[in-house]
């Protein structure tokens, strides 16, 4: 079960700035399996324990939104087996976890070309997504099949096709048109994103909307990052200032 605990957190000041929502790249699966000896899959499976706890520790630090790159839509090139193996964590972990969302009232949400992935798989995220559409406690938004390229092409065809369409006005056309043709219509954009493995790049990952996020980057493998490495990774973010382009002396007016 998700623990969502409301007790006060000696570790993050309250009153300072908290992100609103936080976005991960979970990186390091395979690298962790492989010292240790194991399958790569093994890797994903322990990484897959860590939602839970990261879900909680975000709950705990406030955060009401929280994107975790799952499948990007370059990993359908990894070996079929192992691509196999990951839809089938994906349907199980849904399958497991799918009471815990309700019981919290955790909303549910996908980004990315889902319609891509197997039926089954389709099948249970359609049914959570829709068990939990009304919840608003925290939302959890899973990137599947996703890329910021892809995602780009997608939205602007369908512009092109709502201008033809008369649907919209193409003078009209500014960054709040096309951000509600991107995946995440309707969800604030990441304010801190977190890279785990050591690898300090976006890979095709929220490109246009982490465009004034916090970029936070640890060595630590996803199956080893926990409560305690999300608290430092959001106390990290509240001793930043972000200025969006401004002084910090227009800041402080």
Same mark, same amino acid.
């Given at each position: 079960m998700y623990e969502f605990y409301n007790v006060a957190m000696?570790?993050?000041? $309250?009153?300072?700035?908290?992100?609103?929502?936080?976005?991960?790249?979970?990186?390091?699966?395979? /690298?962790? =399996? $492989? #010292?240790r000896g194991k399958p790569r899959i093994d890797g994903h499976i322990e990484g897959s324990k860590r939602i839970r706890e990261v879900l909680s520790a975000a709950s705990e630090c406030g955060v009401k939104y929280l994107t975790l790159y799952a499948f990007s839509s370059e990993n359908w090139n990894r070996p079929k087996e192992e691509v196999d193996a990951l839809m089938e964590l994906l349907k199980n972990t849904i399958r497991e976890h799918s009471e815990d969302f309700i019981k919290? !009232?955790? %909303?549910? %949400?996908?980004?990315?070309?889902?319609?891509? *992935?197997?039926?089954?798989?389709? #099948? *249970?995220? #359609?049914? *959570?997504?829709? &068990?939990?559409?009304?919840?608003?406690? =925290?939302? *959890?938004i899973l990137a599947l099949n996703y890329g910021s390229r892809d995602e780009i092409c997608r939205a602007v065809k369908n512009i092109i096709q709502d201008a033809a369409g008369k649907k919209i006005d193409p003078e009209k056309i500014d960054w709040p048109v096309i951000s509600s043709y991107l995946d995440t219509d309707a969800i604030p954009d990441p304010d801190l994103m977190i890279r785990t493995s050591g690898e300090m790049r976006l890979s095709n990952y929220l490109m246009m909307q982490a465009a004034y996020a916090e970029l936070y980057f640890t060595k630590t493998y996803w199956p080893d990052f926990g409560r305690d490495e999300f608290i !430092?990774?959001?106390?990290?973010? &509240? /001793?930043?200032? /972000? %200025?969006?382009g401004l002084t910090t002396d227009q800041l402080k007016k």
């Open positions: 000696n570790d993050i000041d $309250k009153s300072a700035n908290l992100p609103r929502h936080v976005a991960i790249i979970m990186d390091g699966n395979g /690298r962790w =399996a $492989k #010292e919290n !009232k955790v %909303r549910f %949400r996908t980004i990315g070309n889902v319609g891509k *992935l197997p039926s089954n798989c389709v #099948e *249970l995220l #359609e049914k *959570l997504k829709e &068990q939990t559409k009304n919840f608003d406690s =925290a939302t *959890l !430092k990774a959001v106390k990290e973010y &509240q /001793r930043r200032e /972000r %200025r969006y």
